[in-house]
């Protein structure tokens, strides 16, 4: 087969559009993650957050951290995976920031398109894990019942290695919160934290457990991009050398 220098321009280039690809990938991958928070007064329900997010090791951030959040007030007395919970999804990647004593990132997804969750009267920031501990869980916009955004969020830590298992300071740190109708106590959203890091458990006793991270299955398409672009170069490398 004879390939024209047209043909020839378009083969490396495919390829390097894929090696680009390829290079980028490598630093950029994406990962499963799984975070259960023990909940004494609910089981053998516990609030989980069931997830994915990209993580670029080059600069140690994380991106597209969504998933869904168990309440673990609702369904009847099943433990996952075969319960009947209420799972709210959360969308919305708004905080994420490097912590170097604790050697990672820390990324909060929450339900909302912003990050109104506990009341500020207690000059809190309204969504961090101690400003809901010094509010006592209560709802952003107290005291009108119909103010309450229903907000939630999962705040999960990310260490520089994702697969590697956390230390206990490090799952410590993790916590969520739940101010949707299933999680709401009068005017207290469920929230989980641990009293080392933040000074208290959560309004139901709920504190953070485990958390495990994999590896997410390339999609089919990567490969098939990949080998493309091999093929291409393939055809390219034989032809110079019948020339």
């Given at each position: 087969?004879?390939?024209?220098?047209?043909?020839?321009?378009?083969?490396?280039?495919?390829?390097?559009?894929?090696?680009?690809?390829?290079?980028?990938?490598?630093?950029?991958?994406?990962?499963?993650?799984?975070?259960?928070?023990?909940?004494?007064?609910?089981?053998?329900?516990?609030?989980?957050?069931?997830?994915?997010?990209d993580y670029d090791s080059?600069?140690?951030?994380?991106?597209?951290?969504?998933?869904?959040?168990s309440e673990s007030m609702?369904?009847?007395?099943?433990?996952?995976?075969?319960?009947?919970?209420?799972?709210?999804?959360?969308?919305?990647?708004?905080?994420?920031?490097?912590?170097?004593?604790?050697?990672?990132?820390?990324?909060?997804?929450?339900?909302?398109?912003?990050?109104?969750?506990?009341?500020?009267?207690?000059?809190?920031?309204?969504?961090?894990?101690?400003?809901?501990?010094?509010?006592?869980?209560?709802?952003?916009?107290?005291?009108?019942?119909?103010?309450?955004?229903?907000?939630?969020?999962?705040?999960?830590?990310?260490?520089?290695?994702?697969?590697?298992?956390?230390?206990?300071?490090?799952?410590?740190?993790?916590?969520?919160?739940d101010c949707a109708a299933?999680?709401?106590?009068?005017?207290?959203?469920?929230?989980?934290?641990?009293?080392?890091?933040?000074?208290?458990?959560?309004?139901?006793?709920?504190?953070?457990?485990?958390?495990?991270?994999?590896?997410?299955?390339?999609?089919?398409?990567?490969?098939?991009?990949?080998?493309?672009?091999?093929?291409?170069?393939?055809?390219?490398?034989?032809?110079?050398?019948?020339?």
């Amino acid at each position: 087969m004879k390939f024209s220098k047209k043909h020839v321009a378009s083969a490396v280039s495919a390829f390097l559009m894929v090696a680009g690809a390829s290079q980028s990938m490598a630093a950029v991958s994406t990962y499963n993650i799984e975070t259960v928070w023990y909940e004494p007064d609910t089981q053998p329900r516990d609030t989980i957050f069931l997830g994915t997010f990209d993580y670029d090791s080059a600069t140690k951030t994380v991106s597209n951290l969504r998933g869904i959040l168990s309440e673990s007030m609702t369904g009847d007395p099943i433990a996952y995976p075969n319960d009947n919970m209420t799972w709210l999804s959360l969308d919305y990647q708004l905080k994420s920031w490097y912590d170097a004593t604790l050697g990672g990132t820390f990324a909060a997804t929450f339900k909302n398109d912003n990050t109104n969750t506990f009341w500020t009267g207690t000059g809190g920031d309204g969504w961090s894990p101690q400003s809901g501990v010094n509010a006592g869980g209560v709802y952003y916009g107290f005291p009108g019942a119909g103010n309450n955004p229903g907000n939630a969020y999962a705040l999960v830590f990310i260490p520089d290695d994702p697969l590697q298992a956390l230390t206990q300071t490090q799952i410590n740190h993790l916590a969520y919160a739940d101010c949707a109708a299933g999680g709401m106590m009068g005017a207290v959203c469920m929230t989980g934290t641990s009293a080392e890091v933040y000074g208290a458990i959560g309004t139901m006793s709920g504190y953070p457990l485990s958390q495990t991270i994999t590896a997410a299955v390339p999609e089919p398409s990567t490969y098939a991009m990949l080998g493309m672009g091999l093929a291409l170069m393939g055809a390219v490398v034989r032809r110079r050398r019948q020339a």
